[in-house]
């Protein structure tokens, strides 16, 4: 683990390749020194955050991290229905190919039938992805692993 407490062991962080045009931010962070539990956010889109434009959020946790069922339930209050209630129980998913690392990685994809939001959720090794999205074909994503958060804007905190 770094000082920051961001990096445990077998935890990574995944981000949207390089070629993403837009802005990069990271959104959140958290670690739990009694767990060791890690998390962090990312969005991908304009400089503002506005679930109604193209972007994507990328949510890494730690195996087994209790923030990574939150994230998803949050996508899918905001994104998935953004006007109605969100669901009691996940709704049916289908399988859709996300290349991670340049490998093919099976994730479960959950689509909004009335816009264009979805929400995909994976494992890569040992890290839980949540991932939402607007506009933007989820089977199209490339989903690298990044060390190192300078390259990203922060618009809340300092990552020291």
Same mark, same amino acid.
């Given at each position: 683990?770094?000082?920051?407490?961001?990096?445990?062991?077998?935890?990574?962080?995944?981000?949207?390749?390089?070629?993403?045009?837009?802005?990069?931010?990271?959104?959140?962070?958290?670690?739990?020194?009694?767990?060791?539990?890690?998390?962090?956010?990312?969005?991908?889109?304009?400089?503002?955050?506005?679930?109604?434009?193209?972007?994507?959020?990328?949510?890494?946790?730690?195996?087994?991290?209790?923030?990574?069922?939150?994230?998803?339930?949050?996508?899918?209050?905001?994104?998935?229905?953004?006007?109605?209630?969100?669901?009691?129980?996940?709704?049916?998913? @289908?399988? =859709?190919?996300?290349?991670?690392?340049?490998? %093919?990685?099976?994730?479960? *994809?959950? $689509?909004? +039938?009335?816009?264009?939001?979805?929400?995909?959720?994976?494992?890569?090794?040992?890290? @839980?992805? =949540?991932?939402?999205?607007?506009?933007?074909? %989820?089977?199209?994503?490339? *989903?690298? $692993?990044? +060390?190192?958060?300078?390259?990203?804007?922060?618009?809340?905190?300092?990552?020291?």
């Amino acid at each position: 683990m770094n000082d920051q407490g961001l990096w445990t062991e077998g935890f990574s962080i995944f981000a949207v390749d390089a070629d993403w045009p837009e802005s990069r931010q990271v959104m959140g962070h958290g670690y739990d020194q009694v767990t060791g539990d890690v998390h962090v956010s990312l969005w991908f889109g304009s400089p503002y955050y506005d679930p109604q434009v193209e972007h994507i959020t990328v949510f890494s946790a730690s195996s087994g991290n209790a923030e990574a069922g939150e994230a998803l339930e949050r996508a899918f209050a905001t994104y998935y229905h953004p006007v109605e209630e969100p669901p009691a129980g996940l709704p049916a998913s @289908e399988p =859709v190919t996300i290349t991670t690392d340049g490998n %093919p990685v099976t994730f479960e *994809l959950w $689509r909004n +039938s009335g816009n264009r939001c979805w929400i995909a959720r994976g494992c890569v090794e040992t890290t @839980e992805v =949540v991932l939402s999205g607007y506009e933007i074909e %989820p089977s199209e994503l490339s *989903l690298v $692993r990044v +060390s190192d958060l300078t390259s990203f804007s922060n618009p809340f905190e300092s990552l020291r």
